[in-house]
């Protein structure tokens, strides 16, 4: 059974910094896995999306990076805005045919001005 | 492209009502997925269907709760005789042919 962590479960940081959210998975059999944003009341907002083949994504100042072998990825933000303060949650798919993400609980990051 | 809708965004009913979730993927999407989000939890899947058909109900509990997505129409999650152990966030999320997933704003849902 899949199993998904994040550490921190919350972490806060000085505006400018750069950071690292990390997600760990049990399982290494996975097709992809993606990052979501969640502001609270509100829903899930796609960051990135890793195929398994794929070792790294970049969108703007998130970098996304994918070690199947040793079932880690990390979400690296670069200088950070308090507009980043969210919920981060990654999640993982198993393989092509199988649907369904299996999430972390997230990390609760707030960005102090 | 309008993104995933679901209504309501808050429902509230009594203990022993029914709650009806609606879900309208996104236009060109014909595969939905429910999750729930419990209090200080993380999301959990409940279902993966495709158009009038169940593919995966693997999260679903076995009574009370059920789901469908018709021909046409939104997709619906049902909860009969709802419990306070109801109470959640509802997130449904759309792919086009089982890739990226979009999710939906949620229902949130309370149960008194």
């Known amino acids: 059974k899949q199993e998904v962590t994040q550490i921190p479960a919350a972490l806060s940081v000085p505006e400018g910094e750069n950071l690292v959210l990390n997600c760990s998975f049990t399982?290494?059999?996975?097709?992809?896995l993606q990052w979501f944003r969640q502001d609270p009341g509100k829903g899930l907002t796609s960051l990135l999306l890793?195929?398994?083949?794929?070792r790294e994504q970049t969108s703007g100042r998130l970098n996304a990076s994918l070690d199947k072998s040793s079932g880690r990825s990390t979400l690296y933000i670069a200088a950070s805005q308090p507009g980043d303060s969210a919920t981060y949650l990654c999640a993982v798919r198993r393989n092509f045919g199988n649907e369904k993400l299996t999430f972390g609980t997230g990390t609760r990051l707030t960005i102090i001005p | 492209n309008a993104g995933v809708m679901q209504n309501p965004r808050h429902l509230v009913r009594r203990r022993g009502q029914e709650a009806r979730l609606r879900c309208s993927p996104m236009k060109g999407h014909s595969h939905v997925y429910w999750y729930r989000q419990l209090p200080e939890e993380g999301l959990k899947f409940m279902v993966y269907l495709q158009k009038e058909n169940i593919i995966d109900e693997s999260g679903m509990p076995k009574e009370r709760f059920s789901a469908e997505f018709p021909k046409e129409g939104p997709s619906i999650l049902r909860i009969q005789q709802v419990v306070r152990g109801d109470s959640a966030a509802y997130f449904c999320?759309?792919?086009?042919?089982?890739?990226?997933?979009?999710f939906g704003p949620g229902t949130r849902l309370t149960v008194t």
């Open positions: 399982d290494s059999a996975i097709y992809n």
């Open positions: 890793i195929q398994s083949s794929q």
């Open positions: 999320a759309s792919s086009p042919l089982g890739d990226e997933q979009y």
